[in-house]
């Protein structure tokens, strides 16, 4: 089945302690995206990726850093998280960086106390 | 920069009434509007799209039309079913990094 994996999809952490989540993807895709959703401000895009070793900031960048080693993985990392950072996030991909419709993960949703 | 502009909700309507959510938009360029729905517990889906002005995107009997003159992609179904129950998200792109602008989402709750 064609899908976006994230795991996990719930945690709850402290302040500073350095977490991953991670979002994986078999569908071939070039692009893959991290998004956060809140309420009231919709989804904000954090970091993209069109491809292997390609990386960009999206709107919302500080505080999180992202790699993409391989074509299927995308995870999204956060060196010292903060409350602010307390959200659900979303991995998303496509087949290309232009115009093809995006596939979601089921979200991640973090708590950062 | 660009923007998307969706009603408020949440919407609660009777099943089998009209649903239209309102969506309007500013952006620079030519954009593609898509429109995605989330339910409970899950990721976004791509519900339907339209890449140019007067295209008419359609899906599960949901219709939306790209109107370039009033900047406009509201949402519309005929006669909505409790399974709508969701969160209506409009987006737009205007290409390069296929990164989607989001509305704010409209949360439509339908009751038999």
């Known amino acids: 089945e064609a899908q976006v994996t994230q795991n996990p999809r719930y945690l709850i952490t402290v302040t500073g302690k350095k977490l991953t989540v991670t979002c994986s993807q078999n569908?071939?895709?070039?692009?893959m995206s991290w998004y956060r959703q809140d309420p009231g401000l919709g989804l904000r895009q954090i970091y993209y990726s069109m491809n292997v070793e390609v990386t960009d900031k999206g709107d919302v960048p500080e505080g999180y850093k992202v790699s993409r080693k391989e074509k299927r993985n995308f995870p999204l990392i956060l060196e010292s998280p903060s409350p602010n950072q307390t959200s659900l996030y979303f991995c998303?991909?496509?087949?290309?960086?232009?115009?093809?419709?995006?596939?979601f993960g089921n979200g991640t949703r973090l708590t950062v106390t | 920069g660009d923007s998307v502009t969706q009603m408020e909700g949440p919407v609660t309507l009777s099943e089998e009434a009209f649903l239209t959510i309102n969506c309007t938009y500013t952006?620079?360029?030519?954009?593609?509007l898509f429109w995605y729905v989330q339910y409970p517990g899950e990721g976004l889906q791509l519900l339907l799209k339209a890449t140019k002005a007067d295209d008419k995107g359609s899906n599960k009997g949901f219709e939306a039309t790209y109107r370039k003159e009033t900047t406009s992609f509201h949402l519309e179904k005929g006669s909505v079913q409790v399974s709508d129950s969701a969160v209506y998200f409009c987006a737009l792109t205007t290409g390069g990094g296929n990164k989607l602008t989001f509305g704010t989402g409209t949360q439509l709750k339908v009751e038999l």
């Open positions: 998303a991909s496509s087949l290309t960086g232009d115009w093809s419709p995006l596939h």
């Open positions: 569908m071939n895709h070039e692009y």
């Open positions: 952006a620079t360029g030519y954009p593609s």
